[in-house]
T-cell receptor, first 111, second 113 residues
Framework: RKEVEQDPGPFNVPEGATVAFNCTYS??????FFWYRQDCRKEPKLLMS???SGNEDGRFTAQLNRASQYISLLIRDSKLSDSATYLC????????????FGTGTRLTVIP | GAVVSQHPSRVICKSGTSVKIECRSL??????MFWYRQFPKQSLMLMAT?????????EQGVEKDKFLINHASLTLSTLTVTSAHPEDSSFYIC?????????FGPGTRLTVT
């Protein structure tokens, strides 16, 4: 079983739409959770960390459900510039330095 | 945020040659750096953890004699792909941890012909 699983998409949505991505992880000992954004042929860039209480950053909202080992990202009022691949990233467990990446969900926002 | 650079950004080499990739932390010191590899349409896979002044820790399935890692200073880690083969063609990305955040280099695209 993969450490992190995501729906690869693609998600094609019109500008202004709301879109949600989901992710599940297998290691119940994981402590840290993130959403990264990766543009084509570029390195991943941190979009936001995900906290147990849920957190919001502008148009982006992240949620964590530890019981279900499930993470979500909601993007409201989609912009063309949001088009990218969104990577769900989970730490390796207590005291672990390494991160496990999902394969990413491809989003294209259409004018 | 912290800045991590990589060099070269792109390299094409012939099968059997060795390629060195440099990863630098530009505005901070990194005792630990990470090397990832990403094949097309696949997720980033951790290859090894590079520790300044000591041996790297390799993930299962990664040949340490083929992927040589040297972390000689607090700002530089190098990955050498020895005797490269076409199946080693990939996007190699390094990262460094600052607190709980990881910052990634821009990546090196290796093509072995």
């Amino acid at each position: 079983r993969k450490e992190v699983e995501q729906d690869p998409g693609p998600f094609n949505v019109p500008e202004g739409a709301t879109v949600a991505f989901n992710c599940t992880y297998s290691n119940s000992a994981s402590q840290s959770f993130f959403w990264y954004r990766q543009d084509c042929r570029k390195e991943p860039k941190l979009l936001m960390s995900v906290y147990s209480s849920g957190n919001e950053d502008g148009r982006f909202t992240a949620q964590l459900n530890r019981a279900s080992q499930y993470i979500s990202l909601l993007i409201r009022d989609s912009k063309l510039s949001d088009s990218a691949t969104y990577l769900c990233v989970v730490s390796g467990g207590t005291g672990a330095n390494n991160l496990f990446f999902g394969t990413g969900t491809r989003l294209t926002v259409i004018p | 945020g912290a800045v991590v650079s990589q060099h070269p950004s792109r390299v094409i080499c012939k099968s059997g040659t060795s390629v060195k990739i440099e990863c630098r932390s530009l505005d901070f010191q990194a005792t630990t750096m990470f090397w990832y590899r990403q094949f097309p349409k696949q997720s980033l896979m951790l290859m090894a953890t590079s520790n300044e002044g000591s041996k790297a820790t390799y993930e299962q399935g990664v040949e340490k004699d083929k992927f040589l890692i040297n972390h000689a200073s607090l700002t530089l880690s190098t990955l050498t792909v020895t005797s490269a083969h076409p199946e080693d063609s990939s996007f190699y990305i390094c990262s460094a941890r600052v607190g709980v955040d990881q910052y990634f280099g821009p990546g090196t695209r290796l093509t072995v012909t």
